[in-house]
């Protein structure tokens, strides 16, 4: 069963009085297996965010269809869709979204204490090691880089062993350097965590390390590079 799959998923949006409405996705059908490592690419304006927010279950499509581990998000009320996104999904933003208040252990911790996970120090810990952060736990987020942040941000995403991690622009406020440190981290975390890896970029490393390369053109799909086709 496909981790993620969109079946003709359409979004429109209302504009301002007088403007047309957008058609920001127009007919997305695609199917992702466990451990995929996808780019979505296109350029500004073309739906990547639309995509990712629907794929994540904070949107919802005008029409057609989302199913995220064999759920409808459509068919969820308000309980399900929290428990889903708290169990299923991990997000990474291109501006970090740390809670500036809770040190780095305390954000990475905060996902898990709202799951009602026991031992939510530990795993966070846990997490914090693996992005090489065991040693900044106690740092507030304005006391870190932002290739620093960004490896918080991951082990937040990933506290929770989620199946699907959406990232939107992860390395676009990154060095180069930086940006492939964060890259690194994300195709482990489809290779050694079975994460299905869904990334909004456009960076060229970004593209040529994913195993599917979905390029969109005004909410559409334009072209699909895969090395194993699942669609
Ligand atoms: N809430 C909204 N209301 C109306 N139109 C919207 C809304 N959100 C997005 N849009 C429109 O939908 C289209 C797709 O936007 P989206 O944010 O998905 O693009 P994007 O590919 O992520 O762009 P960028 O690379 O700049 O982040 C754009 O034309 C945008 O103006
Ligand atoms: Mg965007």
């Given at each position: 069963m496909a981790?993620?799959?969109m079946v003709d998923a359409t979004k429109r949006y209302q504009?301002?009085?007088g403007e047309r409405e957008t058609v920001?996705?127009?007919g997305f059908t695609c199917a992702f297996r466990e451990g995929e490592f996808v780019a979505v690419v296109g350029r500004s304006g073309c739906g990547k965010t639309t995509l990712l927010n629907l794929a994540g279950a904070m949107d919802f499509p005008s029409s057609g269809e989302v199913w995220i581990d064999g759920q409808l998000t459509g068919g969820l009320d308000d309980a399900g869709l929290t428990r889903l996104r708290r169990t299923k999904i991990g997000?990474?933003?291109?501006?970090?979204?740390?809670l500036p208040t809770l040190s780095s252990v305390e954000n990475v911790e905060l996902p898990l204490l709202l799951s009602g996970a026991p031992n939510a120090r530990e795993q966070a810990m846990e997490r914090l090691a693996w992005v090489e952060m065991a040693g900044f736990a106690g740092r507030m987020p304005h006391q870190?880089?932002?290739g620093q942040m960004q490896r918080i941000a991951i082990a937040r995403a990933l506290a929770h062993n989620p199946k699907l991690l959406l990232a939107d622009e992860p390395i676009g406020n990154l060095d180069t350097a930086t940006g492939n440190m964060v890259l690194d981290l994300l195709r482990r975390a489809s290779s050694e965590h079975g994460a299905t890896v869904l990334m909004a970029t456009h960076s060229a490393e970004s593209t040529a390390i994913a195993d599917?390369?979905?390029?969109l053109r005004d909410g559409a799909i334009e072209e699909v590079h895969r090395t194993a086709c699942t669609c």
């Open positions: 981790v993620l799959q504009g301002a009085a920001a996705l127009n997000f990474i933003f291109q501006f970090f979204q740390l870190l880089s932002g599917t390369v979905i390029h």
